[in-house]
């Protein structure tokens, strides 16, 4: 009787065992999920492209030395806000001073000589006209009429000649004079000295080059930024465009400009192709100093009211989904489209959609599968990601 009893309660236990292992047979071959869901609404995109750049002066003017000599005077110094016509430096002006000095004797001795041969050609005029009337007269013989002749004519040739020397002399005097103006440097503009490039006794020499000594940004209250973007990030930037951007020597400060021009001149470096992007902004109270670095963010296109998913929910795909589903998917994809996913019946559904205005966070999507108020699956709640991977979602054949 007891071992009856016992074979009972074995085949009751077997049974149990049985069970059991069927359930979680059934069970463990297909996984259920919880899903993160956005509900989709209508929201403004402002499609914006990040780029960095250089904070210059609008306008830079190089100030150089049109003579060669040694600095004798500094005036100015960095920073110093100056004057057009102001007096920057000074070369030594004495072997300037000395040539001019020389062309004015030289000068001199010239209009002298052409004094002396005048007095000498008006005397051999007479004495030509003379001996003229004397030869018709048969008074002198023919030939000293002839020479008298020559020497007038010989004395008339030296007077063009001397006058040659004086005009000559003078365009000497004129371009050492000029020279020796050059020996004062003058501000051409209004501005603020951002750069200066010499010291007293510092010999320049300009020979084969004008060497800058003095750099001058015009206005420091008007400035500009110039960055490049590439090629891909091109449309949509034109002048006029809003800009706003921040430096590292005020973090949390925003600024405020304009896009000026696009260059259409190209810069390839290493097979990239980019285009040199120019930004006007305000600098009245004068924070922001050339050199400086610039982070700018050029707003190129806004769109309000449209229907918009995070761009997480392009980026995801379910982790029991197969490969082969995927890959059909990514292979029906048109360019400009992407696929999100919906839940229907507790089991993720793609529906491709057309993709539209984008920006880091959200990208407006459109079909008629979704609307607004419809739900997106956008990832996995954190117990199913604590036990399964996330896997990447299928590439998107689009161009932002």
Known sequence: MKNKKKLYIIIIVFIIIIGLAIYFIKNTGAKSYSYKLYKIKPMTIQKSVLTTGTINPVHTINVGAQVSGQISKLDVWYNTNVKKGQLLAEIDPTTFIARVNMDKANL??????????????????????????????????????????????????????????????????????????YCKIYSPVNGIVINVSVMVGQTVASSFQTPTLFTIGENISKMEIDTTTNEADLGGIKKGNKVAFTVYAYPGKTFYGNVHNVRINPTVVSGVVSYNVTIFFNNN?????PGMTAIPKIYIEKKANVMAVPNIALRFIPANESKHIISKITDELKTGEGVVWIE??????????????????????????????????TGLNSSNNAQNKQPQGPKRKMFF
Do not use: C, M
Request: charged share 25%.
């Open 108 to 181: 001199l001795s010239a209009e002298a000589n052409v004094s002396k041969q005048v007095a000498l050609l008006n005397f051999d005029k007479l004495t030509y006209t003379r001996n003229k009337k004397l030869w018709a007269e048969n008074l002198i013989s023919h030939s000293t009429e002839q020479n008298a002749e020559s020497v007038y004519l010989q004395d008339a040739a030296q007077l063009k000649f001397l006058d040659g020397i004086v005009k000559a002399d003078k365009a000497q005097l004129s371009i050492d004079e000029t020279n020796l103006s």
């Open 285 to 289: 109270d004068h924070l922001l100093l």
């Open 344 to 377: 229907q019946k507790n089991k993720p559904v793609p529906v491709i959609v057309k993709l539209g205005i984008n920006n880091n966070s959200y990208t407006e999507v459109i079909s008629n599968k979704i609307k607004i108020g419809s739900e997106v699956i």
